[in-house]
């Protein structure tokens, strides 16, 4: 991957000798614009807090150690540091202060990361036309909660909706709206784009629905304007993830063969001959664009 793509946060990733990953706080402190440690330290004991709170683990996501640091004689010093797993950079990033720009950077990668490592866990196994069915379920639950959220808001009128909405899809698909993205798949006018989307298309697309939902909720926001701002930041910087993980863009994915209402009753008519799997045996089809 070319290096110039790689996100800071990336590059300062370690992984251990048995390959599990790993941040120092001290390395993340300065990525986030804190340039006293015991400011930053305060950040990360509120994390641990909320880690306990959450029944994880502490010990497992973050774990007290010190490194040698080169002071201003060119000497070296032992400092404490904090080994930091994904999940807890991300716990880290949600406790520290808002004000500064580099968070919200952070909060969308830590978030999009961690995610993505939820999901791979709960789609192992799963075919990819299963893991289709099953994403695309997800995104019509959390289409549902950014509705209402966005409503909560001020996002009152079928054309506050329409431009709200779209403005996710732009921002995440490099200038398409709803509309153009369903002339490029070639579709007719009762289907529904979200349908003809893979489960990494649709992944994608869940996670800007999920952190706009989370943003416009978690800061507040009123008024229709800075809703729709809201969803295009979140969209643009989702595209920004994929293209730091040397991702395929959303635009540049294959349309499937095969819809997801067409996959549900291939998936009904086997599950009908064997036992049966509760995720797929609902009747009702998503059908929000």
């Known amino acids: 991957m070319d290096t110039a793509t ?17 941040w120092s706080a001290r390395e ?3 990525l986030l614009e804190y340039s006293r440690w ?13 880690c306990r709170n959450s029944a994880e ?15 201003g004689s060119g000497a070296q010093r032992r400092v404490k540091d904090v080994h930091l797993s994904r999940y807890a950079c991300y716990l880290v990033i949600q406790n520290g202060d808002p004000e500064k720009p580099a968070i919200a950077l952070g909060q969308t990668y830590f978030a999009v990361q961690t995610r993505r490592a939820e999901q791979a866990d709960e789609l192992a196994g799963l075919t ?3 893991r289709r069915i099953y994403t695309r379920y997800q995104l019509a639950d ?8 966005a409503r909560t808001a001020g996002v009152i009128t079928p054309t506050d909706f329409a431009v709200f909405q779209n403005a996710g899809y732009r921002a995440l698909y490099n200038g398409e709206d709803a509309r153009a993205i369903h002339r490029r798949k070639g579709l007719q006018a009762t289907q529904h784009i979200l349908d003809h989307m893979g489960a990494e298309e649709l992944g994608a697309n869940l996670f800007r629905v999920t952190q706009a939902e989370a943003k416009i909720r978690r800061e507040a926001i009123q008024g229709a304007p800075a809703a729709t701002a809201a969803h295009a930041e979140v969209g643009r910087k989702v595209r920004d993830t994929i293209a730091d993980l040397g991702g395929t863009m959303p635009e540049d994915l294959p349309t499937p063969a095969q819809s997801i209402p067409e996959l549900e009753r291939a ?11 509760g995720m797929f045996d609902t009747e009702d089809t998503p059908t929000d664009d």
């Open 38 to 50: 015991e400011n930053f330290r305060q950040a990360v004991d509120r994390a641990i807090l909320a």
């Open 57 to 71: 683990a502490v010990a497992d996501h973050f774990r007290e150690t010190t490194k040698m640091v080169v002071v």
């Open 128 to 130: 990819e036309a299963q």
């Open 142 to 149: 959390n289409n549902e909660a950014l509705s209402a959220t």
């Open 28 to 30: 993340l402190a300065p």
């Open 6 to 22: 790689v996100s800071p946060f990336e590059a300062i990733r370690h992984e251990t000798a048995d390959g599990t990953e790993y």
């Open 267 to 277: 998936e009904r008519k086997r599950l009908a001959q064997g036992p049966q799997l």
